[in-house]
Antibody, heavy 119, light 107 residues
Framework: QLVESGGGLVQPGGSLRLSCAAS????????MNWVRQAPGRGLEWVSA????????YYTDSVKARFTVSKDKSKNTLYLQMDSLRAEDTAVYYC??????????????WGQGTLVTVSS | DIQMTQSPSSLSASVGDRVTITCQAS??????LNWYQQKPGKAPKLLIY???ILKTGVPSRFSGSESGTDFTFTISSLQPEDIATYYC?????????FGGGTKVEIK
């Protein structure tokens, strides 16, 4: 099970940290991903972190602004989002991967948390 | 980035009809292609991975195939509960990219 939290309304240029609490599988075995969906739009992969936590991946539009991390002791995935822009407005999903090293196939998803960037 | 061109963007079909969705990759992605189903207000669900392998528990009316850079997703007999938007996704190269989606409705 994956449960996201931390979404909300934030002003442009602001920051927000999303959390995703995981249960029911060995958290350190699988890569974890963040995928977002702007209102009425399609899916966009944002970021991933390997099972070990040693390797992170980002789409170009969020590099240097977003940071993915995980706390294995708490089985929790995080996405620190800084310098937020209006175009970051979306529902953010965390998704478990089927392998441990690299973004691949997303077999379990959370319910999503809405981030709205607006003044 | 690898572009995934999905078509049609929407379709309307009757219960029991055969439904086909296609996804074309902008370059060779081998069979590194997944299909997801997203019902309104819900998170996506993985249906098919590696182009043609049905995830455990997914009804057998769903199937996938590939031919070069062209991928096909088929619902052999459309059911009312299949109303959803379907997405293809490639994972051959980063960034992982999705097709634009196909919204399936009942006629």
């Amino acid at each position: 099970q994956l449960v996201e939290s931390g979404g909300g309304l934030v002003q442009p240029g602001g920051s927000l940290r999303l959390s995703c609490a995981a249960s029911g599988f060995t958290f350190s075995t699988y890569a974890m991903n963040w995928v977002r969906q702007a209102p009425g739009r399609g899916l966009e992969w944002v970021s991933a972190i390997s099972g070990s936590g040693k390797t992170t991946y980002y789409t170009d539009s969020v590099k240097a602004r977003f940071t993915v991390s995980k706390d294995k002791s708490k089985n929790t995935l995080y996405l620190q989002m800084d310098s937020l822009r209006a175009e970051d407005t979306a529902v953010y999903y965390c998704a478990k991967d089927t392998i441990g090293s690299y973004p691949c196939s997303f077999d379990y998803w959370g319910q999503g948390t809405l981030v709205t960037v607006s003044s | 980035d690898i572009q995934m061109t999905q078509s049609p963007s929407s379709l309307s079909a009757s219960v029991g009809d055969r439904v086909t969705i296609t996804c074309q990759a902008s370059q060779d992605i081998s069979n590194y292609l997944n299909w997801y189903q997203q019902k309104p207000g819900k998170a996506p669900k993985l249906l098919i991975y590696d182009a043609s392998i049905l995830k455990t528990g997914v009804p057998s009316r769903f199937s996938g195939s590939e031919s070069g850079t062209d991928f096909t997703f088929t619902i052999s007999s459309l059911q009312p509960e299949d109303i959803a938007t379907y997405y293809c996704q490639q994972y051959d190269k980063l960034p992982v990219t999705f097709g634009g989606g196909t919204k399936v409705e009942i006629k």
